[in-house]
């Protein structure tokens, strides 16, 4: 047998019974099942947790799944600890001399300095064990560590001084309280220790079992803790990164880590991975989504001998050739905004968390309810949002409860407060209610470890809202595709600046800058280049540093001064598009450097429906959202035209009166058409007649945003 199926981490406490919405320094528990980080498990007493964590074992054991827990105190004392208290020095003697002493109970009140007396008391001098919340109650434990010599044993074991972990197995009080989880969870171990086909690491034969108990340390993957946002409790960021940590660890490597301990290891355990802590970080960190290769030289190529290519064959090759250019990071969600999920966002809680009611009213059990008049008496205390009550309401009677608030104990149905009347410590109202009334579910929304986004989604307000109730602050998104954008001609001036005859203004750049940045693309503006080869090549080189994508107008056709088409073609990697497509030739497509570029027709109508219907779809391939399909709608026209066979046609059009109105000319250099337009209007390949009225495919600009 090799490898754990389940892993699961849990984050001890030796303090008091914690309040019912998640807090810190509680008991936490991560887990990874087949690979699946579950949402931290939060329990509020060690009561609790031992159930939890009991019928956990019980349940991975029944479905067959090999599992390691890890805790994180220490599961044995430094060397000669053990036998001066038992007279032996197996440490598994020792839990269960503990088990047998110490007491706990729901509220977490516990024994454990007087458990800790009776040890200091079998010492010379003061016994290793100090620290207690006052400086007089129980006098067989200092207050301070000063004058305890520590020479029966030492104060720290091997593989604390391998760990560099500060802290002490002796240290009762005061941060970090590694004393008292140990008095406190040592006797839980002892008795979970004894469920069917558990070993315990490394004092027993683990490397057949079916559950493996090993004592862990969050200290060290502190540097995976950090980089997660302040969001999420501390606790948890722990247990879920050293779970994701040993989950991900290839098996060779988690078992090389679990052969790794010292020879004082037998008998004063050891912390699995002490010395190992970088290649902890870097499974902590989960998988880190590379930079992607750039796209091959080839990926344009068309298939051989074909002249006119149909649009629909063009895209379905750009479909099948981009992929992903981009790499990952992580953002705070509030920033997320148009971003593009880099991975699955699976819930680590439901949604709701727990039970609550939908309105203000009062909250009893369902069961119970008949139809005709109901008169119940009132439990003391109110459920609101936040602010839990910790009652119990049993049968016959209610409680106050308000929108938002976790149903008490008792409590599954609420009848409305404008239903009800009250007085005299009860509430009055007619039945039946079904059972469950003007209550949520815990996860009817949202079920914890569900995946909730998508990878390749493009993030909107309301998936921030998603995010952020399944547990999420932070992101991992792509990084933005940078589009560079580049005029070329000699005719082409500065928008603004002086003209002189035979120069037109650069009217394509601010179109397709402002275009990119709509798409929520990073732009980068590389100005304009004149007809000269080493101008032209230079500005590509440029681009191809900055940018993942060159969108360049002008120069595309096969003539003198059309540069960009012989760069392209003498790189190698460029491939003249041909398309049977107006308005929209010549596009020229090819790749520089690794980077895509589309060398788009120099007319503004064509520059832009080539942006459009072949650009926007690549980019956000190559964005890591996926193919892209802008949304049509069938409308009437409102107006008439014929065309001939064998290529596709888009015109200029407006919705008005519910009927698509087009541009009164086709002129490809018609700007102020392009600005009176709202859309385009897509005609068929084949011979079309449209009359008004007949159905035409309408495409808002709004959809390709
Ligand atoms: P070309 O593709 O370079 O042959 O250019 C085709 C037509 O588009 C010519 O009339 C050019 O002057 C015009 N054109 C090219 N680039 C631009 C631009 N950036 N802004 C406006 N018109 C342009
Ligand atoms: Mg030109």
Redesign the pocket.
């Known amino acids: 047998m090799s490898g754990f199926d389940t892993v699961a981490v849990v984050d001890w406490s030796a303090g008091k019974r914690k309040p019912a919405a998640p807090s810190r320094d509680a008991i936490w528990i991560g887990v990874v099942q087949s690979g699946q980080e579950q949402a931290p498990v939060y329990c509020r007493s060690r009561i609790e947790a031992e159930a939890w964590l009991a019928a956990f074992i019980d349940k991975e054991a029944k479905a067959g799944r090999r599992t390691l827990v890890g805790f994180d105190f220490p599961f044995g004392y430094p060397k000669g600890f053990a036998a001066h208290v038992t007279g032996s020095n197996d440490p598994l003697a020792f839990w269960d001399w503990l088990a047998a002493r110490i007491t706990d109970d729901e509220a977490g009140e516990n024994n454990r300095f007087d458990v800790a007396s009776e040890i200091n008391r079998l010492f010379d001098g003061p016994g290793p064990f100090w620290g207690k919340p006052n400086d007089t109650a129980w006098p067989d434990v200092p207050y301070r560590k000063a004058g305890i010599d520590y020479a029966t044993c030492a104060e720290r074991r091997a593989c604390d001084l391998v760990a560099n972990a500060s802290s002490s197995c002796f240290q009762l009080f005061f941060n970090p309280t590694v004393g008292s989880q140990a008095l406190m969870g040592l006797p839980m171990l002892a008795r979970l220790r004894q469920r069917a086909g558990v070993a315990v690491w490394p004092f027993q034969t683990w490397t057949d079992a079916q559950t493996v108990f090993v004592e862990v340390w969050p200290g060290l993957i502190e540097t995976a803790v950090k980089e997660v946002g302040q969001d999420e409790i501390r606790d948890s960021v722990q247990v879920r990164l050293l779970a994701r940590a040993l989950a991900g660890l290839p098996p060779a490597r988690l078992e090389g880590m679990m052969s790794d301990t010292g020879p004082e290891a037998g008998e004063e355990a050891w912390i699995l991975g002490a010395g190992h802590g970088d290649e902890l970080i870097e499974a902590a960190r989960g998988p880190q989504v590379l930079t992607p290769p750039p796209l091959r030289n080839d990926c344009f190529a068309l298939p051989a001998g074909v002249d006119w290519t149909p649009v629909d064959d063009a895209l379905a090759l750009l479909r099948d050739r981009m992929t992903p250019v981009v790499g990952t990071e992580t953002v705070p969600l509030m920033q997320a905004t148009g971003r593009v999920l880099a991975a699955d966002v699976a819930a680590r809680r439901s949604n709701p968390p727990h039970p609550n009611s939908a309105v203000d009213g009062y909250g009893f059990a369902g069961a119970a309810i008949g139809s005709g008049a109901q008169v119940l008496s009132l439990v003391d205390g109110r459920a609101a949002a936040g602010v839990p009550v910790d009652a119990f309401v049993p049968e016959g009677h209610a409680i106050r409860v308000l929108t938002g608030a976790d149903l008490p104990k008792g409590v599954d149905t609420v009848v409305l407060d404008e239903d009800v009347r009250t007085g005299d410590g009860r509430v009055a109202f007619n039945g039946p209610l079904k059972r469950g009334a003007n209550t949520r579910k815990a996860g009817e929304d949202v079920v914890s470890g569900e995946i909730a986004l998508h990878e390749g989604r493009v993030l909107t307000p309301a998936d921030l809202a998603l995010a952020a109730a399944v547990g999420h602050g932070t992101l991992e998104v792509r990084k933005r595709l940078r589009v560079a954008v580049l ?3 000699d ?2 001036v500065e928008p603004g600046a002086d003209a002189s005859v035979g120069q ?6 601010p179109m397709l800058l402002s275009l990119c940045a709509g798409f929520g693309f990073d732009v980068v503006d590389m100005g ?1 280049a004149a ?1 000269d080869r080493a101008t032209v090549r230079a500005s590509l080189e440029t681009a191809a540093q900055q940018a993942n994508v060159i969108l360049t ?5 096969a ?1 003198d ?2 540069h960009i088409s012989a760069l392209l073609r003498d790189s190698g990697a460029m491939q003249e598009w041909r398309i049977a497509l107006k308005p929209g030739r ?1 596009l020229a497509l090819g790749v520089w450097q690794g980077v895509p570029v589309f060398g788009l ?4 109508v ?2 832009l429906v080539c942006t459009l219907i072949f650009a926007r779809p690549a980019m956000a391939a190559l964005s890591g959202a996926g193919w892209f399909e802008p949304q049509g709608f069938t409308v009437p026209a409102a107006f008439e035209k014929r065309k001939k066979p064998g290529r596709r046609e888009y015109l200029r059009a407006r919705i008005r009166d519910g009927r698509a109105e087009v541009f009164k000319s086709e002129g490809s ?1 018609r ?1 102020s058409g392009l600005s009176w337009a709202e859309g385009l209007v897509e005609l068929q390949d084949g011979a079309v007649h449209v009359r008004p009225g007949d159905p035409v495919r309408y495409v808002p600009f709004g959809s390709f945003s």
């Open positions: 005029s070329t001609g005719e082409i037109i203004f650069d009217a394509n750049r304009r007809d107008s002008g120069g595309a056709s003539g001064e059309d010549p027709p120099g007319n503004p064509a520059a250099g700007i």
